[in-house]
């Protein structure tokens, strides 16, 4: 046992593979509904694309969470789980048929459209199935979160979402069309997001946006915001949890709810990123001109986010306590971006100790690829083991 890793039974685990800490994931859990049950008409949703592992997502429904989905393959990923599909939320710029029509047969909470040509296919779709599709319209903010550039989705520039000024138009052809109902509007504004400034300026900007419909007498049923919050990628052991208290709150505190109004939200990231570790074993040593690597059996076809967001993991040598040296961590893919991190301080690492990259549950194994025919990797949880 090294930390909180039961490194003893992870020899006998074929490596390449994610290991989630479920007492942690819990712990997550208990806290974001702690934090949102303080507040009325809150409902969280849990971003099935940040991780679908069936065990994973199993102990998120248990927790009481509904579920955000962003194509048919989550919905149906979700309803095996158990989500009920009445707290199932829909998104996505491009649905295709079979995805409406399964969203429509399972008769989920909601559809957040992103144009009127995909609203008049809900409508045609759900009239010939005779159902009546809840829908929400995904407006584009225009509020720029301080994250990555390939994470940002509420500026103007970004192909998610409906424009502002074609709120009011787009919510009067729904409410003129038979087989939609309109129900609420949906926003997200990106992901990794550490300063509560950000969602302070959403909450700004929705609530202009309900003043402005309330002089139509328009009346929205639900607003949902979306997800975004961030982790520590720096200090998994010091910060396990995210700061949901100073979540929830800046939205109680600044968003101007209407009687009877519910406000959804979609965490993704936050609930998974910090119980999930990407465990690897050192291949080799090998000492270069002027650095040395430690060459891992993980790739950046196990974990992406390294090489796709120049993202930053916490690496530890789980296997030794030796004085520290430092080592490129690099994976074995036939790409030179396939780094999981540069000078890192490392216990000194020997062939086969094991390596732990920290912080992976998000966006890891989901996002897994057979690039270089390799096979997929493995997730336990604790009780595997
Ligand atoms: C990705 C996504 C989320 C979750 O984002 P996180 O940053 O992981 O919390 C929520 N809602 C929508 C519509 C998304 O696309």
Redo the contacts with the bound molecule.
């Keep these: 046992m090294k930390g909180k890793f039961p490194v003893d039974r992870f020899q006998e685990i074929e490596t390449p593979f994610y290991y989630y800490d479920t007492a942690l994931l819990r712990e997550t859990l208990q806290s974001i509904n702690h934090e949102a049950g303080k507040h009325e008409g809150f409902c969280v949703h849990y ?1 099935i ?2 991780n679908a592992n069936p065990k994973v997502l199993n102990i998120i429904c248990q927790a009481g969470l509904g579920a ?1 989905c ?1 194509s048919g393959g989550e919905i149906q990923a979700c309803i095996e789980a158990g989500f009920p599909s009445r707290k199932i939320v829909y ?1 996505g710029v491009g649905k295709s048929d079979w995805e409406i029509r399964l969203g429509l047969k399972r008769e989920i909470f909601c559809f957040n459209v992103e144009s009127i040509a995909e609203l008049e296919v809900i409508n045609q779709l759900a009239g010939e199935m005779g159902k009546t599709a809840r829908i929400a319209f995904r407006i584009n903010p225009d509020v720029g979160a301080h994250t990555h550039a390939k994470i940002t989705t509420g500026l103007a520039e970004n192909k998610f979402g409906i424009a502002m000024r074609d709120m009011e138009s787009v919510i009067e052809q729904a409410q003129a069309m038979q087989h939609v109902k309109f129900v609420g509007l949906h926003f ?1 504004i990106g ?2 997001i550490l300063n509560m400034g950000d969602f302070a300026a959403l909450c700004n900007r929705i609530n202009d946006l309900q003043k402005q419909l309330e002089r139509k007498k328009i009346v929205v049923e639900n607003i949902n915001v ?4 961030g982790v520590d990628y720096e200090h998994p052991n010091r910060v396990p949890l995210p700061d949901f208290k100073a979540y929830f709150d800046t939205y109680a505190r600044l968003l101007r709810l209407r009687p009877g109004q519910t406000l959804h939200f ?5 609930v998974v990123a910090q119980c999930g570790s990407l465990i690897t074993r050192t291949l080799y040593v090998k000492q270069g001109t002027a650095k040395q690597f430690a060459i891992v059996d993980a790739g950046m076809t196990d974990l992406i986010r390294p090489a796709l967001y120049q993202a930053y993991h916490k690496i530890e040598n789980i296997s030794s306590d030796d004085a520290i040296q430092t080592y490129d961590v690099v994976g074995p893919i036939c790409e030179s971006s396939d780094v999981f991190g540069k000078s890192v301080d490392l216990n000194a690492t020997r062939r086969g100790d094991l390596i732990a990259i920290r912080s992976a549950g ?1 966006y890891g194994e989901i996002m897994a690829s057979r690039y270089n025919c390799r096979k997929m990797p493995l997730g336990y949880i604790t009780e595997d083991l």
């Design positions: 971003a694309k940040a955000d962003v998104a997200h992901s990794q979306g997800g975004g919050l979609e965490l993704g990231r936050a998000a």
